[in-house]
């Protein structure tokens, strides 16, 4: 059955993951702790599915305060065909030069971190963004597929490919194609599996920085759920409230 071809090949995806980028998820982690432990930003960026897992960072139940959602509309589906549809999307990430149009508006700080979600790792916005922030003095952590990091070709005039800019590659270990299963006739597989693993991959990053705050004595707010019991009623704009201030001193 396919559906028992995907749910395995899918663990074997995060087996791998575990076999193999454990180490570059610990340093990640740890950039990310002594970041927000001084009281700057880890930002996160991503177009097209690759904005999944910002979003799945924070604000998310179990997200920790001081992680950065950059999340450009325009590089975010909100329709098939159209207006915000995915053939637009597509043609605004492979034009080189337009990111920083969307960059400058924020404030970026040296010492602070970028990770930047793309499997294929060759579209303009994801290497451009990636570029912006290493000028700046960020690190760069990139979360992307190793095998095409490995095999594809750079198209970027810059001669890079995401992996190229980062200061960690963290290998998402998806196939080339992205989709694991294949359907008999076809050339085509279906089955997509990048959103599973950037998923794993950045509550890993999520889990591990939050233990290394807590060890560090540093008073996180976590985005919680409303069926948590134990905490004030009043937390959840405790939080906000902090996420608020932690952007706005930021700015400055």
């Known amino acids: 059955m396919s559906q028992k071809y995907f749910v395995n090949e899918i663990q074997k995806v995060i087996e791998k993951i575990e076999q193999t980028q454990t180490e570059n998820i610990q340093k990640a982690a740890e950039l990310c702790?002594?970041?927000?432990?001084?009281?700057k930003l880890v930002h996160l960026f991503g177009s097209g599915h690759s904005v999944l897992p910002i979003q799945d960072v924070f604000p998310r139940y179990g997200g920790v305060v001081g992680f950065h959602p950059l999340m450009d509309p325009r590089l975010m589906w909100s329709n098939v065909i159209g207006p915000g549809g995915a053939r637009e999307l597509l043609w605004i990430e492979r034009q080189e030069?337009?990111?920083q149009n969307f960059l400058q508006s924020f404030t970026f700080q040296e010492g602070e971190v970028m990770i930047v979600y793309s499997h294929g790792g060759l579209n303009a916005a994801p290497i451009e963004a990636a570029m912006y922030a290493?000028?700046?003095g960020l690190k760069v952590i990139a979360i992307t597929s190793g095998e095409n990091h490995q095999?594809?070709?750079a198209n970027h005039s810059s001669?890079?490919?995401?992996g190229d800019v980062a200061d960690i590659l963290i290998d998402n270990c998806c196939p080339l194609e992205d989709s694991l299963v294949p359907i008999p006739t076809?050339?085509?597989?279906?089955?997509a599996s990048s959103t599973v693993a950037t998923i794993?991959?950045?509550q890993a990053i999520v889990s591990e920085t939050a233990k290394r705050l807590q060890e560090m004595d540093h008073k996180m707010y976590i985005f919680v759920s409303p069926n948590v019991n134990e905490i004030p009623k009043d937390y959840m704009h405790q939080v906000y409230a902090n996420y608020t201030e932690l952007v706005r001193k930021n700015k400055n």
């Open 33 to 39: 702790a002594d970041t927000i432990g001084k009281g």
């Open 200 to 202: 794993t991959i950045s």
């Open 134 to 136: 290493k000028e700046r």
């Open 97 to 99: 030069g337009y990111i």
């Open 151 to 153: 095999k594809a070709k």
């Open 186 to 191: 076809y050339p085509q597989k279906v089955g």
């Open 159 to 162: 001669g890079n490919k995401l």
